[in-house]
């Protein structure tokens, strides 16, 4: 096999990618790039599940806790740096397995993103301090009124996603979205997605142990250590978020419990929406018999369509 093929395992939060990516990467002695934002920051562990310290060792991992959260670290690094170590992985290996629900981060690898002006870091800035005294709100209306294109799709309730939007429309005189679906890079690989499902009841009970099983892990304790820090993007995320709301009195624990299971399930549930989307996907029950995927995966990489 002369072609170079990367395996991106996708599906919604807690539906078991980890596993699989390992099984997968195991199966044909190569390594793991991760695709999942969230975990990329070496402070954040139990609230972002990153994989255990035996799961870490079955198998060479990549971009798993490699910066802190006091560094600015965008998708276009990712994509860069990413990449880089896939020519460096392909060199001796002709698969390498991609694992993550970070939907942007996943295509930055599979197609490339959109390029976008150099814009003057202090508008940045002055967003980030409107975030903070006027609340998100704030930074919903003015995308409304700058692009309303893009804010009928964005995630509302991410500032970060807001603020990088708000800066490309203030720093470039345009639209964020006029940036958009440009000509991407030719990639010298082929990608290949294996999408785990499973009926909603399951998926949204699987999101609510995994937060209990958090709960119990520590997860209290890791965002109390970094409730100083809660101003930076990297923690403006699902279960950190709402515990820094209860530190705060916003509400009780087990309210704060019960919204980060909420918007865990709502963020599962854009994951899907993404996912459906795409095209020559392998969807694949979370039950599922490896033998029989490892059967259809070596198809797709002989050539063949997917077949469910």
Partial sequence: MNKKNLISIVGPTAIGKTSLAIAIAKHFKTEIISADSRQFFKEMS????????????????????????????????????????????????????????SGLYVDAIKEGLDHFPTIDPEIRETLNENLKSKGIISLQERLKVLDRDYYGQVDLNNPHRLIRALEVCIGSGFPYSSFLNQQKPERNFSTHTIAINAERAIVYDRINQRVDIMMEQGLLEEVMSLKEHQHLNALQTVGYRELFGYFKGDFDLDTAVAEIKKNTRRFAKRQLTWLRKKEDILWVDYKYDLNDLLRKLAQKLNGQDFKQ
């Fill in 46 to 101: 139990i609230g972002t599940a990153v994989p255990s310290p035996e799961e870490l060792a079955s198998v060479p991992h990549h971009f798993i806790q490699h910066k802190n959260i006091y560094e600015e670290y965008t998708v276009g690094d990712f994509e860069r740096e990413a990449i880089e170590k896939l020519e460096i992985l392909f060199q001796a290996n002709d698969i390498v397995v991609m694992v993550g629900g």
